[in-house]
């Protein structure tokens, strides 16, 4: 069973800070890998989405690095602000029709 | 677009009761999906559609029904509200399955007493 898990679960920067959030996945035989970010009392808005067939994606200040044979993605953020402050959700989808999140890292950058 | 709707926003209910949770997209998505975000877990698939008269079964099915009579709309059913079923329900939809961007609504915070 396919398991997708988040570390730390909670992280506190610095403005200005780079910063790299961790996913890892228990199964290699994945389709593809999605970054979420959620804020609270909302929905999730999709960041990156990485195929099983790339490595990275990049998107301004974010990137995203996908190692499907140890089972590991990183987000990496870049120079943070304030109005990162989110929660950050990975997803890994294991068919054509579902996908396995991570309980997410909730992520403060302070001032 | 609109992109994903989800109504309503905030639902408590009493144990035993039923009702209906609402979702529609406006992008001409075929697959459209149900979630439930439970503290300290992660988003859970209870049912799915990959077209117009096409539904299953995900990962925590019992106690929820689904229906999909157009390509717009994909409402989610509780037959008989339990409180372990007291959660934060996404709807969310994309073009196909497995290459496509998930779109994600706003999500209902639904309590059952």
């Known amino acids: 069973k396919q398991e997708v898990t988040q570390i730390p679960a909670a992280l506190s920067v610095p403005e200005g800070e780079n910063l790299v959030l961790n996913c890892s996945f228990t199964d290699s035989a994945i389709y593809n890998l999605q970054w979420f970010r959620q804020d609270p009392g909302k929905g999730l808005t999709s960041l990156l989405l990485?195929?099983?067939?790339?490595r990275e994606q990049t998107s301004g200040r974010l990137n995203a690095s996908l190692d499907k044979s140890s089972g590991r993605s990183t987000l990496y953020i870049a120079a943070s602000q304030p109005g990162d402050s989110a929660t950050y959700l990975c997803a890994v989808r294991i068919n054509n029709n579902d996908m396995r999140f991570g309980a997410g890292t909730r992520l403060t950058v302070k001032p | 677009n609109a992109g994903v709707t989800q109504t309503p926003k905030f639902q408590v209910l009493k144990t035993g009761q039923s009702m209906t949770l609402q979702c529609a997209q406006d992008?001409?998505?075929?697959?459209m999906s149900w979630y439930r975000q439970d503290p300290g877990m992660g988003l859970r698939l209870i049912h799915y559609?990959?077209?117009?008269?096409?539904?299953d079964q995900g990962e925590v099915p019992n106690g929820y029904n689904v229906s999909r009579s157009t390509t717009e709309d994909f409402p989610l059913r509780l037959l008989s509200a339990a409180p372990s079923q007291t959660s934060v329900y996404f709807c969310?939809?994309?073009?196909?399955?497995?290459?496509?961007?998930?779109?994600f609504g706003p999500g209902t915070r639904l309590t059952v007493l």
């Open positions: 990485i195929q099983s067939s790339q």
């Open positions: 992008m001409n998505h075929e697959y």
């Open positions: 969310a939809s994309s073009y196909s399955g497995s290459a496509d961007t998930q779109y």
């Open positions: 559609s990959v077209g117009a008269g096409i539904t």
